[in-house]
Nanobody, 124 residues
Framework: QVQLVESGGGLVRAGDSLRLSCVASGFTFDRMAMGWFRQAPGKEREFVSS????????YYADSVTGRFTISRDNAKNTLYLQMNSLKPEDTAVYYC?????????????????WGQGTQVTISS
């Protein structure tokens, strides 16, 4: 079955950087678009970033554009999210997800399977 295992979260200060990783198994990773979402306490899960099966097309939420970079290594079945210039409002549980499609989209409903999440906490 599909497994997505996130890592790389932690507690850092505003302005610092973190790199999240998501190791995927149980499906043909290099054929599917992937995405990152996040959920802060008391809020709905929201889109952060996605990229196509090849990594050639990417999307970012306005709130992270210019600070976050999504990438993938299809040889390692791994998705990444490089997060720079972190802000306290980036505090959330971050989830990796596999899309139903090869092309990148931004809609939560387009994503079939989810990891368990990794906590990111940014102190001011």
């Amino acid at each position: 079955q599909v497994q997505l295992v996130e890592s790389g979260g932690g507690l850092v200060r505003a302005g610092d950087s973190l790199r999240l990783s998501c190791v995927a198994s149980g499906f043909t990773f290099d054929r599917m678009a992937m995405g990152w979402f996040r959920q802060a306490p008391g809020k709905e899960r929201e889109f952060v970033s996605s990229l196509s099966w090849s990594g050639g097309n990417t999307y970012y939420a306005d709130s992270v554009t210019g600070r976050f970079t999504i990438s993938r290594d299809n040889a390692k079945n791994t998705l990444y999210l490089q997060m720079n210039s972190l802000k306290p409002e980036d505090t959330a549980v971050y989830y990796c997800a596999v899309s139903k499609y090869r092309i990148a989209t931004t809609t939560l409903a387009d994503f079939d399977d989810w990891g368990q999440g990794t906590q990111v906490t940014i102190s001011s």
